[in-house]
């Protein structure tokens, strides 16, 4: 892959994870604020299927928030090293840890037949693979810009 390819598709997927982020902590907001609604009317939370509603809905709250703030942070981390090479540490880790979260997700869905979409998290991996590439020619050509000084 080209240095500039790389640094086009950095910048490409590092605007969509900051567009999904930015999305993500919408609907985290909305999670957040349905399940403190439940959680504290016992009557709502008794026709939603027992008081464990309101919880439930709390922890996915919490866990879409994470996980929005870990998009946004590795679309920064991929724009900075589409601008300047020398900044790719952050987004080599960040598509490395994506890329093993989503091969992992992929081997549960497969192998164990956990719950989730395989095609959603085989788009996520392929996404995550095609960062961590794009990361890593940037990388050789940070290196190679540093070596020749």
């Given amino acids: 892959m080209s240095i500039e390819t ?3 598709l950095l910048k490409v997927f590092g ?4 567009i999904g982020g930015v999305l993500m902590v919408i609907v985290a907001v909305i999670m957040l604020g349905a399940g403190g ?3 504290g009317d016992p009557a709502l939370a008794a026709e939603l299927g027992g008081a464990e509603a309101g919880q439930t ?3 996915a709250g919490i866990g879409a928030l994470d996980s929005a703030a870990i998009s946004v ?3 920064v981390f991929s724009l900075w090293a589409a601008k300047d090479s020398s900044k790719y540490k952050g987004t080599w880790i960040m598509s490395l840890f994506s890329l093993g979260v989503g091969a992992i997700g992929l081997f549960l869905i497969l192998v164990f037949h956990m719950q989730g979409s395989i095609i ?10 095609a960062t961590f590439l794009a990361a ?3 990388k050789k050509d940070a290196l190679s810009k540093r070596s020749a000084y």
Avoid: H
Avoid at 15 to 18: A, G, K, R
Avoid at 120 to 127: G, L, R
């Fill in 73 to 75: 942070i590795a679309g």
């Fill in 136 to 138: 890593n020619t940037v």
């Fill in 15 to 18: 605007v969509l994870d900051i």
């Fill in 120 to 129: 959603s998290e085989a788009a996520a991996t392929f996404t995550a693979l």
């Fill in 6 to 8: 790389a640094k086009k």
């Fill in 37 to 39: 609604l439940v959680a």
């Fill in 57 to 59: 809905v709390l922890s």
